[in-house]
T-cell receptor
């Protein structure tokens, strides 16, 4: 069975630009969460979606937004990129209190 | 609110030696606890988890951890380190009540294994 997939793998943007990251959960999983992992730190929770509704939001500015589609895939959008947004963005799908992580999207903001 | 403390950022052991990675948590509700491993340029892989029941949990690759409520700890151990164990290890906690299943992670510990 396919695991959690994320696209793109790597991305380079400049300050002020907008970025969209995509995630497909494991088949049958209805919950998707997004995390930001800055180099040398543990992942930080950004959003959780379940059945297309936002169920949780971490301490991130309004420049960060997300949505979940009817097929349970998800997008994370970040507007007005800052240098500090450079990080590994991880998506996870959930089943029974366990989260399964994708390989991540490495975003570099120049 | 929940939090995780992983003391020390780097642990170095010899191949064949005991691995001990420490994790302490804070939670106002009964916690679910997890250890994840991350290899360079990869996502997170679950090593083991504690939800309910037996407090000593066994995971993949010979790792195990013991939930000690009185000490608010969930330390990760492996009797004999292999070179392939070199990676970043993260302890995480979540709310067991189901109100919010977000994971709160520690800062991680880098494990190095010397030949």
């Amino acid at each position: 069975d396919a695991g959690v997939t994320q696209s793109p793998t790597h991305l380079i943007k400049t300050r002020g630009q907008h970025v969209t990251l995509r995630c497909s959960p494991i088949s049958g999983h209805k919950s998707v969460s997004w995390y930001q992992q800055v180099l040398g730190q543990g992942p930080q929770f950004i959003f959780q979606y379940y059945e297309k509704e936002e169920r949780g939001r971490g301490n991130f500015p309004d420049r960060f937004s997300a949505r979940q589609f009817p097929n349970y895939s998800s997008e994370l959008n970040v507007n007005a990129l800052l240098l500090g947004d450079s990080a590994l963005y991880l998506c996870a799908s959930s089943w029974a209190h366990e989260q399964f992580f994708g390989p991540g999207t490495r975003l570099t903001v120049l | 609110a929940q939090s995780v403390t992983q003391l020390g950022s780097h642990v170095s052991v010899s191949e064949g030696a005991l691995v001990l990675l420490r994790c302490n948590y804070s939670s106002s509700v009964p916690p679910y606890l997890f250890w994840y491993v991350q290899y360079p340029n990869q996502g997170l892989q679950l090593l083991l988890k504690y939800t309910t029941g037996a407090t000593l949990v066994k995971g993949i690759n010979g790792f195990e951890a013991e939930f000690k409520k009185s000490e608010t700890s969930f330390h990760l151990t492996k009797p004999s380190a292999h070179m392939s164990d070199a990676a970043e290890y993260f302890c995480a906690v979540t709310d067991s009540t189901g109100a919010n299943s977000k994971l709160t992670f520690g800062k991680g510990i880098t494990l190095s294994v010397r030949p």
